[in-house]
């Protein structure tokens, strides 16, 4: 069974927020901040690479200015990416995992987020040379300390999860789902979230439907049309639907700035897609009858 989750059901991913998108200003970060509670959604989902090691800084300030109570939302953020640009030269992209940089990020994610705890920590992506003991003694050290208050992974398969679950327990995992990105439903990914308790979150939630036009989006749109009658709803709503009606109780994380959108998202919350329609749009989606 999934559990309980303590974060909004559409989480709002800020990686375009700054630098590596919008570059708003903090005015109008703010703006922004104040838009999602006003519709419900108070989990906000970072990492320190975003920006080149920028955008926590920057939501930060803003949210210092905002006058948003800090137990009124939820932190998400993420480690463990070496990513080269301005902020840290080095020969290749690559991942780091000790106990010491996992602290030291952290801390400094909650230096640049202007608070004193996240509400969950990830592990970005998966590197061959973790280490468990020492992931271990990292998550240890920031739970003890009360500067990190769950941890989790993203983009692990089921069986990274299990290694980092040998020393510590793993609570979350994000990972890419769609409907044009479906290997989540059948890699076991899905089925490990529900087995062991996680809370799913989908990051690119709408896939590729709104940015590709190929065969794959030519069919679901094609059978679209008489759901978004039947439903009340847009295409985007109908596609968070689909990935909101599996069992895992998966949260988009919509990277949309737009208040709109944002409010789209969040009224696909409000009903549920029908047995025959989820399937109709997952052989859609693939081109060809389930087995």
């Not at 998550?139 to 003890?144: M, T």
């Not at 009224?267 to 329609?277: I, K």
Request: glycine share 8%; proline share 4%.
């Amino acid at each position: 069974m999934t559990q309980a989750s303590n974060y909004t059901p559409v989480i709002a991913g800020t990686m375009t927020w700054g630098k590596w998108g919008k570059g708003f200003s903090t005015a109008e970060m703010v703006a922004l901040m104040k838009q999602c509670l006003e519709l419900g959604i108070t989990t906000f989902d970072h990492a320190d690479i975003y920006g080149g090691y920028t955008n926590e800084a920057d939501f930060g300030k803003a949210f210092s200015k905002s006058g948003i109570a800090r137990e009124s939302v939820e932190f998400i953020s993420k480690c463990g990416i070496q990513y080269p640009c301005e902020a840290r030269p080095m020969a290749e992209k690559h991942y780091q995992y000790d106990a010491d940089y996992i602290v030291g990020s952290a801390e400094q994610s909650l230096k640049n987020l202007h608070t004193d705890y996240l509400d969950l920590l990830l592990l970005h992506r998966p590197s061959p040379l973790m280490d468990p003991s020492e992931v271990g003694e990292a998550f240890s050290r920031l739970k003890d300390s009360g500067k990190v208050r769950s941890f989790g992974v993203s983009n692990f398969t089921p069986s990274q999860t299990a290694l980092i679950e040998t020393a510590v327990p793993v609570e979350a995992n994000q990972f890419e789902c769609s409907i044009t990105a479906r290997q989540a439903l059948y890699d076991g990914v899905l089925d490990d979230c529900i087995i062991n308790g996680r809370t799913a979150m989908a990051w690119s939630p709408l896939g590729s439907f709104f940015r590709e036009d190929d065969a794959c989006k030519a069919r679901i749109s094609e059978v679209m049309g008489g759901m978004c009658e039947k439903y009340g709803a847009s295409e985007s709503q109908l596609l968070l639907a689909w990935l909101m009606r599996h069992p895992a109780g998966i949260h988009p994380v919509v990277g949309t700035t737009d208040a709109g959108r944002l409010a789209d998202a969040v009224a696909a919350t409000r009903f549920t897609m029908e047995l025959d329609d989820w399937f109709v749009l997952l052989v859609a989606a693939q081109g060809h009858k389930v087995p």
